[in-house]
């Protein structure tokens, strides 16, 4: 059985991260799958690297679980990310949200996503044609109440 939250830098896979959740009981299962575009800003994108305090960032996704649960307590997060170099049309993160119905898979699905934007120690380098630039990671504190209610408002609007 695959782990329910990873840090690599091995290629995703999707189907793999889907299975970490998945019971007979399901009558649903949304996956989100981030892709690294080759345009941002106006720039030609030709690859990312992405860096992480893998500790901390498996902690970030097992917190994210438990805040998912405490609103949708049927539904199983799983969250895996890359690190490392990615390229153009590669999977740089995939969540899996699985439960008996599919608003409930929908919205922690959503919710699982803009929380590991807040609160992941996750960065992104860009390489593009003519130079580089860090993208800003998280930028929320794990226990801002704030952010937290601005993910959830995004996953149920």
């Known amino acids: 059985m695959q782990s329910r939250h990873s840090m690599s830098a091995a290629p995703l896979d999707a189907a793999a991260v889907t299975a970490a959740v998945a019971r007979d009981g399901d009558g ?17 994108v030709l690859w990312l690297d992405y860096e992480a305090y893998a500790p901390l960032a498996l902690k970030a996704f097992a917190r994210i679980e438990a805040e998912a649960a405490g609103r949708w307590p049927e539904t199983r997060l799983a969250i895996h990310h890359r690190t ?6 590669e999977a740089s993160v995939v969540i899996a949200a699985a439960s008996p119905h599919r608003v409930e898979a929908f919205a922690a699905c959503r919710y699982a996503i803009e929380r590991v934007k807040q609160i992941a120690p996750i960065w ?16 929320a504190d794990v226990a801002d109440a704030g952010a937290q209610a601005a993910a959830l408002e995004r996953a149920c609007s």
């Open 124 to 139: 992104k380098h860009e390489h593009f044609v003519g130079g580089e630039v860090w993208i800003e990671g998280a930028t």
């Open 84 to 89: 490392g170099r990615v390229a153009i049309g």
């Open 28 to 44: 649903a299962v949304a996956t989100f799958v981030g892709l690294v575009r080759d345009h941002n800003a106006g720039r030609q």
